[in-house]
């Protein structure tokens, strides 16, 4: 099977490249390695660990560019097409697209942990209105949520040791206590916030694609604290995460389990 992993920045996608790289170190066959262009001036950085082939692709920051890139790549990969000046890829479609990086945390969500999505939602599409917020859903327009295969969340949570729970897509970070609260109020399981899975969803959902999102926690959610926030630890968790992923992955039977 084919997997694209997502992420905003380089750093994160280095951590899921290292994890993958160890699990697959730890099999009998040194894994394969290489760097692929698609078209928008992006790179794909391939692990190759039969059964698995999996791409990770640092898309940007927000849900606009990380479903212009999730998409673009999902796309040249149904076509076989690359980057100017590049050999074609397969044409081989992904079977899984994976929402990965690090996130704030809820509480009980303790730094450096992981957390893995039982729904994706976009928790801050909609309007405001005088009697507070309405989600766009509310306005009889679009979604707001996309649900990864259970059986796959169960397993990938349980081989990572992850919690499980909602994970919300913002555009603007929490930044406030008041805003930590309402957000828990309208979405009682949420676990992490962060900026990219409802957009990476989103792409996956018009390609047909099943999605999943995994978050390693790196500060909690609330009144911004950089002097409490632990980035490297959570960028070590993430790469923990992927090295525990593979056997997970490799034995789901697809999206009707």
Not at 3 to 18: F, G, K, N
Not at 80 to 91: E, I, V, Y
Not at 131 to 156: K, M, N, Y
């Amino acid at each position: 099977m084919r997997v694209l992993v997502v992420t905003a920045v380089p750093a994160e996608r280095d951590a899921v490249v290292r994890g993958v790289r160890a699990a697959a170190a730890e099999s009998a066959d040194a894994p394969e390695a290489a760097e692929v262009s698609v078209p928008g001036g992006r790179t794909l950085h391939r692990v190759v660990r039969p059964p698995l082939t999996v791409d990770a692709l640092a898309a940007g920051v927000g849900p606009a560019a990380a479903a212009a890139a999730t998409a673009t790549a999902l796309t040249a990969a149904e076509l076989g097409t690359a980057g100017p000046g590049t050999a074609g890829l397969d044409a081989a479609p992904y079977g899984l697209v994976v929402s990965a990086g690090i996130g704030g945390g809820f509480t009980p969500a303790p730094l450096g942990t992981v957390v893995v999505a039982e729904a994706i939602v976009a928790a801050d599409l909609g309007a405001e209105t005088p009697d507070g917020f309405a989600a766009v859903t509310d306005l009889g327009f679009g979604t707001v949520e996309h649900l990864p295969p259970p059986a796959l969340v169960r397993a990938v949570a349980e081989a990572a040791g992850a919690a499980r729970g909602a994970v919300l897509t913002v555009s603007t970070v929490t930044g406030s206590a008041g805003r930590a609260t309402e957000l828990l109020r309208r979405h009682p399981r949420a676990a992490a916030e962060a900026m990219e899975g409802f957009g990476v969803a989103e792409a996956a959902a018009a390609h047909g694609v099943p999605v999943l999102e995994v978050r390693a926690i790196s500060n909690t959610v609330g009144p911004r604290d950089r002097a409490a926030w632990r980035i490297g630890e959570a960028l070590d968790a993430l790469a923990g995460a992927f090295r525990d992923l593979p056997p997970a992955l490799a034995t789901w039977k697809g999206p009707s389990t």
